[in-house]
């Protein structure tokens, strides 16, 4: 008998150690500053800082990287590329910090690029979209069979995939802080402007 999986669902990873390097100095200045925190979160982190024109000149190469990937997986799966705007944030997270389940309306593609990450920091998790995959409790050891995907980070690790994935980020364990850089892609926004 042949198998094929169906609907199967895309992350896309690589390591991109150097642009973390240049990207982590970056984070701590913007987390170094209050007006750049947004104090309604649970743990230390910034406001999205939108990659337009007047972007940071220093944040440029984790900017091309977003948008050389963001082509990549859609390319991958046969899509056209639409015109696109780019959110990122700085995380700090602190020894029990953590982020539930969770993910992000009104986006494309999500991910992250870690740039710092003590040993045993906090894994994220995915949860296998299917609704009812959970109807019969298989025990699988499989990877295939189970509803929850881990990923320990490392630096310079960088991960994209779609932004209706839920995800969460486990209770971190850490002395010193597990730094991060997420974003969101989404729709250029001018491109919904009505045309006269
Ligand atoms: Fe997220």
Same mark, same amino acid.
């Given at each position: 008998?042949?198998?094929?999986? /169906?609907?199967?669902?895309?992350?896309?990873?690589c390591?991109?150690?150097?642009?973390?390097?240049?990207?982590?100095?970056?984070?701590?200045?913007?987390?170094?500053?209050?007006?750049?925190?947004?104090?309604?979160?649970d743990?230390?982190?910034?406001?999205?800082?939108? =990659?337009?024109?007047?972007?940071?000149?220093?944040?440029?190469?984790?900017?091309? =990287?977003?948008?050389?990937s963001?082509?990549?997986?859609?390319?991958?799966?046969?899509?056209?590329?639409?015109?696109?705007? /780019?959110?990122?944030?700085?995380?700090?997270?602190?020894?029990?910090?953590?982020h539930p389940?969770?993910?992000?309306?009104?986006?494309?593609?999500?991910?992250? =690029?870690?740039?710092?990450?003590?040993?045993?920091?906090?894994?994220?998790?995915?949860?296998?979209?299917?609704?009812?995959?959970n109807?019969?409790?298989?025990?699988?050891?499989?990877?295939?069979?189970?509803?929850? &995907?881990?990923?320990?980070?490392?630096?310079?690790?960088?991960?994209?995939?779609?932004?209706?994935?839920?995800?969460?980020v486990?209770?971190?364990?850490?002395?010193?802080?597990?730094?991060?850089?997420?974003f969101?892609?989404? &729709?250029?926004?001018?491109?919904?402007?009505?045309?006269?």
């Open positions: 008998m042949n198998f094929q999986y /169906i609907f199967p669902t895309i992350i896309g990873h390591n991109e150690i150097d642009i973390a390097k240049e990207t982590l100095p970056v984070a701590l200045d913007y987390l170094s500053q209050d007006s750049f925190i947004n104090k309604s979160c743990y230390r982190t910034t406001f999205g800082i939108e =990659l337009n024109d007047d972007v940071d000149k220093r944040l440029l190469p984790y900017c091309n =990287l977003i948008r050389k963001f082509v990549e997986i859609m390319t991958h799966q046969g899509f056209q590329v639409p015109d696109i705007g /780019i959110e990122i944030f700085f995380n700090e997270m602190k020894n029990d910090d953590c389940k969770h993910s992000h309306p009104n986006s494309l593609f999500s991910g992250v =690029l870690y740039l710092d990450t003590p040993e045993n920091c906090a894994q994220i998790v995915f949860t296998d979209p299917r609704p009812h995959v109807f019969i409790d298989f025990s699988s050891k499989d990877s295939f069979g189970n509803n929850q &995907y881990y990923i320990t980070p490392t630096s310079g690790l960088f991960i994209i995939f779609n932004s209706w994935l839920e995800h969460e486990l209770k971190n364990k850490t002395k010193t802080p597990r730094i991060s850089a997420p969101n892609i989404h &729709y250029d926004r001018l491109s919904f402007t009505t045309k006269q």
